[in-house]
Structure formats: C-alpha cells, structure tokens
C-alpha cells in the first residue's frame, strides 16, 4: 500500500498505533482485514483532506454577461454578489457585461474577447440566436463552462440552465388570473420583451396551453420586441388598445410595466388584472400602490448558487453528476410588499 502522507498521520487518522499502520503500509501478515479497512480509510480521508486544503486557496473568475433592462441586470448583480463569500471549495470573483439593448454583434463581440482572454465561466442571459448559440458552444469547445440564467440556449451548447421553469410560471400566472377574472369574456395582454428570448417563450406557451383548457373565454393579444425598454413597450401597448377594445387583463412576460400601466392610464383604460415578473425595485412599487396585481417571481439568490455551483463541478470540485434543480415559482401580492 502506498501514501504521500507520513505514517504518524496516518496512525493519528486511523486510530492506531504506529507500529499497526507501518504493518500495513509494508503489508506484513498477521493483519486483520478490518484493520487494513481502517487504514485504508484513513488514507482516503486525508486525500480529501488535501485537495480541499489545496483548492480552497483556488480563485475562479467568471464573466456574467446579459442582455437585460438595468433593473433586473442589478438585481441579478446583487444576488451574485451577495452569494460571493459564502461559495466553497474554491474563491469566486465576477465581472459584469449588461446594457439595456445589445445588438447580436455586440454580444458576439462580448463572448469572442472572453473566449481569447479565457474565463473559469460564463454566465448567460442572450436571446436564442443561432449565432450566440455557435458561439457558447465554442467557449465549451474552449474549456470554458457556460451556464444559461433565466432565458436557455440548445443544451450542446452549455453545461446548465439555472431559473424557473418558465412553462410553469407562465401557467400558473394563467391559472391565478383566470380564476381572478371570473367569468367574463375578454382578451388578455400579453407582453413579451423579444421573441428571441427563450424563457419568455416558454413563460406564453404555458400561460396559452392554461388559457385553453381552463379558461376558454379569454383570449390572448401579443405585444413583442420592446425588448423591455419603457417607450418602445409604451408605444406597442398603446397600438394594442387601440385596436384591441376587449383587453381587459395583462401578463407581462419581458417587463417595462410603469410603461404598460402608463399606456392603459392615458387610454382610461381599466385592467383588471395585471400579473408581471420579477420583484425588481419598479414592480415592488407597483405592487404597493395596486397598480399591478401579483408578481410571479423566484429567488436570484437560489440562481446564482446554482450557477457558482455548476460552476465547481465543471472544474471539478463538486461531484460531476452533480445537478441543480430549477428555482421554486413564488407569488408576491401588495400585502407581502407593504410590510
């Protein structure tokens, strides 16, 4: 039997005697099995002992890079932050790449430096292009791991998605408004910030397969690419009302919903529902003041662990079967919000 570690350690690990540990190294005879297991044991046990020592001191950079409106981008970033200190094997540090809008260049551009400076990671929030998905495949190709966050890409080309599942959030906002909204016929609003955006998708196909088989007599209306940008998402709504008399509820799926509420207010349009996303600073304010009615949100927190972690298994310093499972859907009201 062979060890890097020195008898004495042994022994101490082991529970037994010097003279005992030295038999068994030099596997002399008159040793119980059982003793050989012991000391076996022990071995194991400080060669875990040594690769945690050693990749505890291990620092690992990643890149966190979104296309997303700024108040959910510092969101995202606070809950990383937050999760920073307590990661263990190994020290996280992360470096943020967010605009409001990037064009798919501009994104490629992003993703092309970090595939030349070399990254630990990257974490992913970008629409579902073909482009952007040729690209995380080639910062796996690269050794370097990518982890979608809330919106997905095609599973050759990252290691994990971390967020809810969007089908489910999309139903179970279908499955609340509908039973708020009764029995009476309408159209509901639904906003999404880009169809390129898989999560959001997914959020509509849910919230539509709900509708259906439920609630029959509501319809849906689709506003899309306002990308989550407050005037661009005004004007969409605007032209929807317009044309649309019958809307009577909304589910934004992709944000900007100062702008939404804004647009029915001009029009004098009354919503009597409106189910949004996200516990972001804009949508906490307008829980409060009843301006929207419930926001179907998960914790970011549970997300940038999950992301961290996936993270360390790549490495590998966690096992490598090691999986993350999609954070819970939760339901924020005005109550929750005003204490």
Do not use: W
Not at 20 to 44: F, K, N, P, S, W
Not at 123 to 129: D, M, Q
């Amino acid at each position: 039997m062979k060890s890097r570690f020195p008898l004495k350690d042994i022994a101490l690990q082991a529970g037994l005697s010097l003279a005992t540990v030295d038999r068994v190294m030099h596997e002399r005879e008159g040793v119980r099995a059982v003793t050989r297991a012991r000391v076996a044991a022990a071995i194991a046990e400080l060669e875990r002992q040594y690769v945690q020592s050693g990749l505890a001191g291990r620092r690992l950079v990643i890149d966190v890079v979104m296309d997303t409106p700024q108040r959910f981008s510092a969101a995202v970033r606070e809950a990383f932050e937050a999760e920073l200190p307590g990661m263990r094997p190994a020290s996280f540090s992360a470096r943020f790449h967010v605009a409001e809008t990037m064009s798919e260049p501009e994104l490629l551009a992003i993703l092309r430096t970090i595939r030349r400076r070399g990254s630990h990671g990257v974490v992913l929030k970008a629409p579902s292009t073909p482009a952007i998905a040729d690209l995380a495949a080639q910062l796996m190709a690269a050794k370097i791991p990518v982890v979608t966050l809330v919106t997905d890409l095609p599973e050759d080309s990252r290691i994990g998605y971390v967020g809810m599942d969007n089908h489910v959030a999309g139903a179970t906002a279908a499955y609340l408004l509908g039973r708020m909204v009764k029995d009476k016929p309408g159209k509901v609003l639904v906003t999404l910030s880009s169809s390129l955006f898989a999560g959001e998708d997914e959020r509509e196909r849910g919230f539509r397969d709900v509708l259906a088989g439920h609630f029959p007599h509501l319809s849906v209306v689709r506003i899309s690419e306002g990308f989550g940008v407050d005037r661009t998402t005004e004007l969409l709504v605007r032209d929807a009302l317009e044309r649309e008399p019958d809307i009577l509820a909304v589910y934004s799926a992709g944000g900007a919903n100062r702008a939404i509420v804004k647009a029915f207010a001009d029009a004098r349009r009354a919503c009597a529902v409106f189910a949004a996303h996200d516990l972001d600073q804009d949508n906490v304010r307008l829980l409060a003041t009843g301006e929207i009615t419930f926001v179907i949100h998960h914790d970011l927190r549970h997300d940038a662990r999950s992301a961290y972690q996936l993270m360390l298994a790549y490495h590998p310093m966690l096992p490598a079967d090691f999986q993350v499972a999609p954070s819970r859907v939760a339901i924020a009201t005005p109550f929750e919000v005003m204490h």
